[in-house]
């Protein structure tokens, strides 16, 4: 299968890529981030062939190439790719949450219906099986006052640059200020 990751961020670089890059019958076939030397970086650093800027780019190049794409970007840019994706064919797996609206929730599922592709929203827990243990106890608890679970450090943010070797420039202030106007509006 291959495969392309929109969004080079940090849980792509920690999570997705890695283990996508692990599995024998994945192929990572190209990578997108809006941060030039992000997209440049991790493609070297993991060996793929291709890497874009920008989703529309890429799909409009090579959507016939892939079988499907995993969405790890901010949630207002989330539903854009996965419509268009889902349209050409693919399969698509979107991280969490699928979008910052019912609108535009709507119009992946409805593209998800009429696509030969399937559509996935990533939670990362849904299989885990402490989280499944969690939500057994929780059903079981007569009442609940209050449940605090930590399954990381809290404050793991403090060293996750020390931990992690990621690629890449943190998000440009503008493009995390225009991210953050979009889910907001999105939210009224």
Not at 118 to 146: C, P, T
Request: hydrophobic share 45%; glycine share 4%.
């Amino acid at each position: 299968m291959r495969v392309a990751v929109i969004g080079c961020g940090d849980i792509a670089q920690v999570m997705h890529i890695p283990y996508l890059i692990e599995l024998p019958d994945i192929d990572v076939h190209a990578v997108v981030d809006a941060t030039p030397s992000r997209a440049a970086g991790v493609a070297e650093q993991y060996n793929i062939p291709h890497h874009h800027t920008d989703a529309e780019t890429l799909l409009a190049e090579r959507a016939s190439e892939l079988d499907g794409v995993v969405i790890a970007t901010p949630v207002d840019q989330h539903a854009k790719p996965a419509i268009t994706a889902l349209e050409a064919g693919l399969s698509a797996f979107i991280e969490k949450p699928l979008a910052v609206s019912i609108t535009e929730a709507e119009a992946i599922l409805t593209a998800a219906e009429e696509s030969r592709g399937v559509a996935m929203v990533g939670y990362n827990k849904r299989y885990d099986a402490s989280f499944i243990r969690f939500q057994k106890e929780i059903a079981a608890m007569e009442s609940e006052d209050l449940v605090s679970v930590y399954d990381v450090d809290p404050d793991h943010w403090r060293i996750f640059h020390e931990v992690y070797d990621t690629v890449g420039e943190p998000v440009s202030d503008d493009l995390r200020a225009r991210s953050e106007r979009l889910q907001q509006t999105a939210a009224k």
